[in-house]
């Protein structure tokens, strides 16, 4: 499966914002945005203002690098999305949030979604008692996720509880045991329950262009 393999840090800097991609240093004072308060690259004298095209190529790719997708994977989820009843917007990061990955990481088994996918890949998540290796397996309500009995003790993935605990950045939409590391879907995520500052309909102007 391709992925993205460069610098992490690079991405949040050309955003200007956290993206979280390296989970628990994002918090520190060693995260390139605070540390480097401009984009990667060669400086420039003086950046003119972007174009109505510009801001809305920005915040796709902020929302594309956030969950961590090539632009042929979000594109699909774009479309998909926009075949759905209701606003397109909503549909997409509702489809977004649905990713294991993505679900692995808001319940706080790992410290980012990069962390959760590497999980996955190792076969260390269950859905339903059944092991699922795919990071874009979409979930569904009802569905239990854990972690495999044999990485529960595992000190990585204790140390991303912590950090999920002491945030309290647990969702609404799914009732987590953090002893037995084992959450079920109470209920689908909706656009209210994504706490990212991210504005989707930037993204569905792009691409109805």
């Not at 890949?121 to 874009?136: F, K, M, Y």
């Not at 309500?141 to 993935?157: H, S």
């Not at 987590?176 to 329950?193: G, N, V």
Request: proline share 4%; aromatic share 6%; net charge positive.
């Amino acid at each position: 499966m391709a992925k993205y393999t460069g610098p992490s840090c690079k991405l949040c800097r050309r955003e200007m914002t956290q993206l979280m991609l390296k989970g628990q240093r994002c918090l520190t004072d060693k995260c390139a945005v605070k540390k480097k308060k401009y984009p990667p690259g060669p400086p420039r004298k003086r950046r003119g203002k972007l174009s109505e095209y510009g801001v809305q190529l920005r915040e796709k790719q902020k929302i594309r690098r956030s969950y961590g997708l090539l632009e042929k994977q979000f594109r699909l989820i774009f479309e998909e999305a926009n075949r759905m009843k209701g606003v397109t917007g909503d549909n997409m990061l509702s489809l977004l949030e649905r990713r294991l990955d993505n679900v692995v990481y808001r319940i706080g088994f790992a410290s980012s979604r990069m962390q959760a996918r590497q999980l996955i890949q190792h076969g260390h998540v269950l859905v339903n008692g059944a092991r699922v290796d795919i990071p874009s397996f979409r979930i569904r309500e009802a569905n239990v996720v854990e972690i495999a009995e044999r990485y529960k003790a595992n000190v990585m993935v204790e140390d991303s509880i912590k950090l999920s605990k002491a945030l309290s950045s647990a969702p609404e939409w799914v009732e987590i045991d953090f002893e037995s590391k084992k959450a079920k879907i109470l209920r689908l995520p909706a656009r209210q329950d994504v706490t990212a500052p991210f504005n989707e309909q930037l993204v569905v102007e792009l691409y109805s262009k």
